[in-house]
C-alpha cells in the first residue's frame, strides 16, 4: 500500500522538466529571483485595437512574470478572467506607484487611461484566458498557456 501511494505521488507531482523554474538556485529569494523570471508581457486596452500583439503566451509554471495593462482611455474598457486569475500565485498589482497585494480578482476595468502592472508566479498547467468583456472577436482575447 505504501509503495502505491508512494508511486501515485510521484506521478501526481512529477512533471516535465519545462515545468521546473528558470534557474537552478533561487537563492534567499526563493521563486522571485532575478533568474527565474520570464519575459514581461504587455496588453492594450484601446477601442477597437487588438488586446495583444500575440494571441497566445507560453509561460512556464513556477516562474515568475510582469504583465503590464495599459489602457488608451479611448472607452470605458476591462480584461475579465477568473480562470487565469485561479491559475497563478499574484504577488502585487501596482497602480500608480501604488502596491495592492490581492487574495484574487477577477477582472480589472479602466475607466481612464492609465497603467497596472501584475506580478506574478504562473501555477496551474493548462489554457487560460484574458479577454475584454462582451467582445467576441478573436483580437480581444490573450491565451496564457501554462506549462
Known sequence: ??????????????????????????????????????????LTLASGQPLSKEASYTLQSGAYYKLEITADGSAELAVSGADFFRAIWMNEIVINKIEVRPMAIDSIEFDAAGTAELSFIAIKPGSHVLHIPGSTGDTQKVTFNIQ
Open 1 to 42: 500500500m505504501k509503495r502505491t501511494l508512494a508511486a501515485l505521488g510521484m506521478v501526481l507531482f512529477a512533471g516535465p522538466s519545462a515545468a521546473a523554474p528558470l534557474c537552478d538556485n533561487l537563492g534567499f529569494a526563493g521563486l522571485l529571483a532575478a533568474c527565474n523570471r520570464g519575459e514581461p508581457i504587455e
